[in-house]
């Protein structure tokens, strides 16, 4: 297919759905059927959880008061995560470094586990 000269396409494209007729008619109460299996597919789908959080969480946002507590409770949830984090890295350093020393005073000994 050509597209060199897309005007011509259009055109004749134009020209044949212009003379397109449809034959047959369509069968009785298509368009009730065709509403039918819309509310059917509609009524079987189920929104995910997050389209259903993201859906609520717009719809309370616009209020100051809950999204400044929305942003305090993540942010304290943040910091405390963090803290907890930091505070078991620490601990294992603390271990590491402390069966060094005790290797560095004495090659002999066991390190503890």
């Given amino acids: 297919m050509s597209?060199?000269?897309p005007?011509?396409?259009?055109?004749?494209?134009?020209?044949?759905?212009?003379?397109?007729?449809?034959?047959?008619p369509l069968p009785p109460?298509?368009?009730?059927g065709v509403?039918?299996?819309i509310e059917r597919a509609e009524a079987t789908e189920r929104p995910a959880l997050f389209d259903a959080w993201r859906a609520w969480l717009t719809s309370v946002m616009p209020r100051?008061?809950?999204?400044?507590?929305?942003i305090a409770v993540l942010?304290?949830?943040g910091?405390?995560?963090?803290q907890w984090q930091a505070r078991l890295k620490a601990s294992r350093l603390d271990n590491e470094l402390e069966q060094?020393?005790?290797?560095?005073?004495?090659?002999?000994?066991?390190?503890?586990l």
């Avoid at 109460?29 to 009730?32: D, I, L, M």
């Avoid at 100051?64 to 929305?70: D, F, G, T």
């Avoid at 060094?100 to 503890?112: A, H, L, N, S």
């Fill in 7 to 24: 005007a011509d396409n259009d055109a004749s494209l134009r020209t044949e759905l212009q003379q397109w007729k449809v034959q047959r």
């Fill in 29 to 32: 109460r298509f368009a009730e």
């Fill in 75 to 77: 942010l304290a949830i």
């Fill in 100 to 112: 060094r020393y005790v290797q560095t005073i004495d090659p002999y000994q066991k390190p503890r």
């Fill in 35 to 37: 509403w039918q299996r």
């Fill in 64 to 70: 100051p008061a809950v999204a400044v507590s929305y």
């Fill in 3 to 5: 597209l060199k000269h």
């Fill in 79 to 82: 910091i405390a995560t963090g």
